[in-house]
């Protein structure tokens, strides 16, 4: 499984960004994914998850509406929409995959990674 995020960049306090994932390797349709991040000296942490065959989905707390994670099954994209975003958003947001359709917010149960693209928002 290859996992490849784009979409990162610098953005104002107030805007928008959307993370893109490319996934191949595999056929997703038993796999859940999910997207964290990782702030300087801070541990990952969970963003939100989906489950690639049914849609089901799952967000952290911090997510509050902001944030939509969805995925387009033809192309084997998976997308975070963040809006409303704020400084505290800034990190590197990773790409994560997982085999089985249950929902986890620890980075732990998650097999695949991407090399992470980075956020910044600035005040």
């Known amino acids: 499984v290859q996992l490849v995020e784009s979409g990162g960049g610098l953005v104002q306090a107030g805007g928008s960004l959307r993370l893109s994932c490319a996934a191949s390797g595999r056929t997703f349709n038993s796999y859940s994914m999910g997207w964290f991040r990782q702030a300087p000296g801070k541990e990952r942490e969970f963003v939100a998850a989906l489950s690639w065959s049914g849609g089901n989905t799952l967000y952290a707390a911090f997510v509050k509406g902001r944030f939509t994670i969805s995925r387009d099954k033809a192309e084997n994209m998976l997308y975070l929409q963040m809006n409303s975003l704020k400084p505290e958003d800034t990190a590197v947001y990773y790409c994560?995959?997982?085999?089985?359709?249950?929902?986890?917010?620890?980075?732990?149960?998650?097999?695949?990674w991407g090399q992470g693209t980075q956020v910044t928002v600035s005040s």
């Open positions: 994560a995959a997982k085999f089985g359709s249950i929902l986890y917010q620890l980075s732990d149960r998650y097999t695949y």
